[in-house]
């Protein structure tokens, strides 16, 4: 793959770019999908992918092919130095060289991955299925799926970058609802990722799915009030979804974050760290290099409730005359934007039962049905698979229950993190308290 | 390539189904933010998508080589998953329903190609409209503008007969702000998708008319108060009710879904909203967004009804759910790429017009709210679903008053439909910009006229 990548970085300077990437991931996939509680089908793929970006004097031009055919992959080289020749000069405007600061991770390629077939494949998602469906009788899995496979990225540049990387991967989850007397209860998912074949638990999460879908029935509309909420690490996550985009330096320059000027500010409780992290060993997003070849280092990003720093990639760091964080992020088919690794919020010193026995008057979330404005943090959302909590004790499950608030504001709420931590795809997040939040039924 | 294709249909014999699809798209993309250029690329992402069917087991597998023999390499690929799929599947009787199968081209109605303009004069507009837009008003904190084009030639070819090849054209332009008075932010988006060339893209609105439309919205959301959460007479735009149609009707008609127990299982012939309503989905709707003349099983597309003056009377159909349901298929089967196999996806999803006027049905409510535009939303298995809108206006004895900011409705769809007590007499598709996600994308739009109905109004308090 890198000799192709050389191949096209040549190619685009011999055209007149004077700076040049190709972006190359090549995979192998199995994946057997779940459908109305039976298997739905089974597939495989070969996925090829290269992405040229090119500048030329400064002037941007990208172009994308899903093929190594060579005379192919040269049109898309001829195709981006072409826009290149259209658009405006940026300064900013340089891609990264290479640097000795590399740190080879762990734990993100299995080999046996390469042995897998359709087989095995299916017998998981099998698995999945029976132990969802043995649970309970009226639960109905709508869907699911088992992907596993392998594959390498590389990225090569004309300022010396030639990297690549193997990975392997299995991604699985379920997803469905259940019945009851003429009930249907409100969709209720889980899922999970691993690189490592024996890291892979279908069954948990078929059993965390079949509580999570079983516990909203019998739901009833809840009570306006203004209390505590209770979020589990799934809900919890989404939200600092909202927090680290804002975060990110291309929001942060273009004016689109909150977090505008609030750098080495109080942000949050001071109870609050969130670390990135792309070099944990067997993290879901680990990995050594970036989407453009920089090396991943570990940073804090809120430390005890400060906001320590943003995420950059080369493009938005060339304009602050900063460096890169190594937050490039990205495929083949498009350019290099910014986003988190491994993200890891900190556990705090109480269960999470004791948080809920502190509660006078609650709402513990399982799932929020929400669109938070992203750049302003406001939201309003139903809670999905809610129960309201009364003087520190689960009472009914709640439908047409709607949180509301701003999740900046949030942060500065939170009156507790519990011992416990979950793994949510690329974070690892506790169950987090919050005051003082408008609670809604209609 | 249809003959390559046609030629190596042979590869399926002792196979119960095979399918073939070519798909070749090339899609564009230019995006300015803040006088930044942010975004440009021309992806081509094309290949051969192969599904087969064998003793009730799919099977699918892909390919970005188009020679013959990787094509055929495909097939067995494909057929050998089929095998170990119908190992693990318990409903052995799956057959496909028998319908007459697309052969031949087809093409919508473009006016004035894409392929006419060339990238150039894309980016220069793109660039001229965020320019105008950066300094249309001091509030602007940020701007965008995207355009966005897939132009994709398809070739259908099946076991039992089609032989087609469809041509499409889908472009996007969409305008952006984010808005500040020093203390409060609010952002306003215009955004519009068809299935059609550059004249059709542009004849509705001119460039212009998108800066005009988000800078005044966003000048007023910013002098705007909250509402207060309360259940309430509701008026919908178009787009909110394309909105709702789709999203949280739409979805629990889908056959595979009702099949797994959506809340509309067993409910067709009884009545699920008020006689106002007649809610279709629709391939064939000239340069709406998510038009479709034939889907990629090969079903030519049309018109289907599913709500007929408030009784439910069809479901979204493939070939597998009609057979199991003894229907005709409906033309909902889609992949989004050629690497993607066809699920059950909406197209055009609508309520049809009704006979007041607009003014009629706002002199009508005592106290209630006006709402236009979405801002995106989620709904659930049971129909519960919750959108943001743009706009909403208070209205107090017949009369539009102030405009609110930050408003979400809520309820279940189909008591929201129930309650449906008025539709106006117009009609507008208002989604097409839109994207629906099931796994994989699909290009949809949504539309209708204005409804009245009681929902639940949320927002910041």
């Keep these: ?442 | 390539m249809i003959n390559i294709l046609k030629n190596v249909l042979s590869e399926f014999d002792g196979i119960d189904y095979g399918e073939l699809r070519y798909h070749e798209r090339i899609s564009n993309v230019i995006s300015i933010r803040k006088g930044e250029l942010e975004t440009i690329a021309s992806n081509n992402y094309s290949g051969v998508g192969v599904r087969t069917l064998y003793q009730s087991g799919w099977g699918f597998s892909s390919t970005s080589r188009t020679d013959i023999s990787e094509i055929k390499q495909a097939i067995s690929d494909a057929i050998a998953s089929a095998k170990v799929s119908s190992q693990g599947k318990k409903n052995k009787s799956i057959k496909l329903a028998k319908v007459n199968l697309a052969q031949g081209k087809f093409q919508p109605t473009i006016n004035d190609a894409l392929t006419n303009h060339t990238f150039e004069e894309k980016l220069e507009l793109v660039k001229k409209t965020e320019e105008k837009l950066k300094n249309a008003s001091s509030i602007i904190q940020s701007s965008s503008v995207v355009y966005r084009e897939m132009l994709d030639k398809k070739i259908i070819v099946t076991t039992d007969g089609a032989a087609c090849e469809v041509i499409d054209s889908k472009p996007e332009f969409r305008v952006f702000v984010f808005a500040s008075n020093g203390k409060e932010y609010v952002e306003s988006i215009e955004a519009v998708g068809i299935t059609g060339g550059w004249a059709d893209l542009f004849q509705e609105k001119k460039p212009d008319d998108f800066i005009d439309i988000v800078v005044r919205r966003a000048e007023a959301l910013l002098k705007a108060e909250y509402p207060k959460g309360e259940r309430s007479a509701v008026i919908l735009d178009p787009s909110l009710v394309g909105l709702i149609s789709h999203e949280a009707i739409g979805h629990t008609v889908e056959a595979d879904f009702v099949l797994s127990g959506a809340i509309t299982k067993g409910k067709i012939g009884t009545r699920v909203g008020s006689d106002l309503v007649t809610l279709f989905d629709s391939g064939a709707e000239g340069s709406a967004g998510g038009t479709l003349l034939v889907d990629d099983e090969g079903v030519i597309t049309k018109k289907i009804i599913i709500i007929d003056k408030g009784i439910l009377k069809s479901y979204l159909h493939n070939r597998e759910t009609a057979a199991e349901f003894g229907v005709e298929p409906t033309g909902n089967a889609r992949a989004f790429e050629y690497s993607d196999e066809p699920i059950i996806r909406m197209r055009n999803t609508g309520i049809e017009r009704g006979k007041q006027s607009l003014d009629e049905i706002i002199a009508g409510v005592k106290q209630g709210y006006l709402l236009k535009g979405t801002k995106g939303g989620q709904a659930d298995a049971n129909a519960e679903f919750m959108f943001a809108a743009q706009e909403a206006y208070r209205i107090t004895d017949g009369k539009l008053g102030a405009l609110l900011r930050g408003v979400t409705i809520s309820g279940q769809a189909f008591d929201v439909l129930k309650s449906v007590d008025a539709v106006s007499d117009d009609f507008k598709w208002d989604m097409g910009s839109g994207y629906c996600g099931k796994w994989q994308y699909a290009k949809v739009d949504g539309g209708g006229p204005y409804i009245r109905c009681n929902a639940i109004i949320g927002g910041r308090q």
């Design chain 1, 1 to 442: 793959m890198i000799e192709l990548g050389e191949l096209a970085v040549k190619k685009a300077l011999e055209l007149g770019a004077t700076e040049a990437e190709a972006y190359l991931i090549k995979g192998k996939q199995f994946y057997v999908a779940l459908e109305n509680n039976d298997i739905k089908l089974a597939k495989s793929q070969i996925m090829d992918g290269i992405g040229i970006r090119v500048f030329k004097n400064k002037s941007l031009g990208f172009a994308s092919v899903n093929t190594f055919s060579q005379d192919k992959v040269m049109s898309a080289v001829s195709n981006a130095v072409r826009l290149a020749n259209l658009t405006p000069k940026d300064d900013a405007n340089s891609m990264p060289s290479i640097s000795n600061n590399y740190t080879q991770v762990q734990g993100i390629f299995d080999s046996n991955a390469e042995k897998i077939g359709m087989d095995e494949v299916l017998k998981f998602a099998q698995r999945m299925l029976a132990t969802a469906l043995k649970f309970d009788s009226r639960i109905t899995v709508d869907s699911g799926i088992f992907a596993g496979g392998f594959g390498e990225n590389a990225v090569v540049n004309s300022k010396g970058i030639k990297l690549a990387e193997m990975a392997s991967s299995f991604d699985f989850g379920i997803m469905g609802m259940a019945h009851d007397k003429g009930e249907v209860s409100c969709f209720q998912y889980e899922f999970d990722t691993t690189h490592n074949i024996a890291d892979i638990n279908v069954e948990n999460v078929a059993m965390i799915f079949a509580k999570k879908v079983i516990s909203s029935l019998g739901a009833k509309k809840g009570e306006s009030f203004t209390g505590s909420i209770i979020l589990e690490p799934d809900v919890f996550a989404d939200m600092l979804g909202v927090i680290i985009a804002a975060a990110s330096a291309n929001n942060i320059q273009k004016k689109m974050s909150r977090l505008v000027g609030q750098l080495n500010k109080q942000i949050a409780v001071s109870g609050l760290t969130i670390e990135d992290n792309g070099l944990i060993a067997g993290g879901a997003a680990t990995s050594t290099f970036d989407r453009e070849g920089v090396a991943r280092l570990p940073l804090k990003i809120i430390d005890k409730g400060v906001l320590t720093s943003y995420l950059y990639n080369t493009y938005c760091a060339n304009k602050d005359k900063s460096q890169s964080t190594g937050h490039a992020v990205g495929g083949t088919r498009g350019l290099p934007s910014i986003g988190p690794s491994n993200i890891i919020v900190n556990a705090g010193n109480k269960s999470q039962a004791d948080l809920i026995k502190e509660i006078k008057r609650g709402l513990y979330v399982t799932r929020l049905s929400a669109q938070p404005n992203p750049v302003s943090g406001d939201f309003s959302g139903v809670v999905k698979g809610g129960f309201l909590i009364s003087d520190g004790e689960f009472k009914t499950p709640v439908i047409e229950t709607m949180i509301s608030g701003n999740i900046f504001n949030l942060l500065n709420q939170i009156s507790g993190l519990s011992l416990e931590q979950k793994k949510v795809m690329s974070f690892l997040v506790p169950y987090c308290r919050i005051e003082d939040v408008s609670i809604t039924s209609g």
